[in-house]
DNA sequence: ACAAAAGTGTTACCGCTACACCCATGA
DNA sequence: TCATGGGTGTAGCGGTAACACTTTTGT
């Protein structure tokens, strides 16, 4: 594609479409899951609630780099975990133009980042998994395949870690665990306070830090860490992860 | 975009990116895993080997389509099992222009297509996952990730049976699974077959047929039928698919 | 009859599940 | 001291892994 200067335009013999990033951001607060949404300034949808992303640019490195891009210029997070989620390129599902988007996830410790507004004054705000708003475009379909990625992901890799802070406790760890997979109310297995922690303990890449967590009410948990070199070592071996 | 039917161009006020499909075809022969891939008419790569694909079109209706249409265009399957494998976007994947890629894998039983060049004379060919050419662009890596994505998705779904017949043996299901999972010579639990049936017969949706396969050397074995309603079943309860 | 592949049953062990009581902490 | 959540051990069961011999079929 090349920028006619006449016209002020991008011209090519073929046709292409617009690129956009969409990103799936969940923050975790030690008890429930949340999302990250925005409220849109203009149409369509304006007022409405929305996925931070925004259009690929040609300076942009890769589509991830433009996600967390757009993800930082709207919202302060930085430093954090993202995975592609994949494309949503239904010919509808913007009413302007025809927009492919790419969605990530990321996964990140609800309050470390004081959230702002956008630059365009859009807002920013956490809200719960359980508890969404209406959603412009199609964002909630990418919002429950990137839950469903998420559901799969954890019975194998160690994701639910970039959720928490370097030093967690295990109902923390486990909350997470629940709050994901959603088990039955009467599901013993997930649940139970013995048989996590000693589950978890036995896969051998979470350490005790001989800490404990204080100031909080009630007796107080032990820290832990996860050991990243230990968890290396351990799928190379070929390790499993399951509930 | 605009058609500008002056210039003869598209055109926009904002830059977008060509967008383009490939697919990493998967052919399962009974023991091996092949992979179907097209030699390259023009620059760049000429004459060396790509994965099936080409540009996303206006009137494409999803990428998955846009995917199907080419592979079908080039190569002649059809009616087969499809997924999004993910995109490909770094800044010079293309030396001509900025093209992103997104990919999907597909599983087929590969005696089942008599496989054609493409119209424009490209050859296809199935190459054994083993032993693949020198592949065009970043088609090693597309290849890699899609090696990786179906190990995954083995222990959780019955895809497996996309690379067969519908009616099977159980040594043709077990191959697949060494083919996909490639576990070491002397892991017994892969490669036993009394191990094998039993597992997969204790899941309860694959059926024994009563037939036997015949018209090859030594003792026939029976044929099986994977259940798609007792697997849905079975899905909703939630169960589990490992090795 | 021989060579090659397919079919089949049993046992031991390990890991998961289920379950209840005591401890630490702040109010 | 009371309320709340955190920490811990054990026993039974089920399922997986490990193992060898017989049957079928074509040559």
Redesign the interface.
């Known amino acids: ?1 090349k ?2 200067n006449e ?13 956009t990033t969409d990103s799936v951001v969940f923050g975790f607060d030690g008890e429930e899951l949340n999302l990250l949404l925005i409220q849109r300034g203009g149409e369509p949808y304006a007022g409405m609630w929305a996925l931070p992303g925004g ?4 300076t ?5 780099e433009a996600a967390y891009r757009e993800l930082h210029e709207e919202t302060n997070v930085e430093g954090i975990y993202m995975e ?1 989620l ?2 949503f ?3 509808n599902r913007d009413s302007r ?2 927009v ?1 988007t ?1 969605a990530f996830f990321a996964l990140v410790v609800k309050d470390k980042y004081v959230i702002k507004g956008g630059d365009d004054a859009r807002m920013a705000k956490w809200f719960p998994v359980k508890n969404l708003p209406e959603l412009a475009f199609d964002h909630q379909q990418i919002i429950d395949t990137a839950l469903e990625r998420i559901r ?1 992901r954890i ?2 890799e160690p994701i639910g870690f970039h959720l928490l802070d370097k030093e967690f406790t295990m109902p923390q760890l486990q909350n997470i665990y629940i709050a994901i997979l959603n088990p039955p109310e009467d599901d013993i297995k997930l649940r139970d306070r013995r048989n996590f922690p000693k589950k978890m303990l036995k896969l051998g890449y979470i350490k005790e830090t001989g800490k404990k967590m204080t100031g909080n009410p009630y007796r107080s948990p032990k820290l832990y860490t996860f050991d990243e070199e230990a968890y290396t070592n351990s799928k190379k071996i070929g390790m ?1 992860l ?1 509930f």
């Open positions: 594609m920028y006619n016209t002020k335009k991008w011209e090519s013999p073929y046709w292409h479409p617009a690129v259009f690929l640019l040609p942009d490195k890769t589509a991830e592609e994949g494309t390129s239904d010919l133009e025809r492919i790419i799969q019975h194998f499993r399951e």
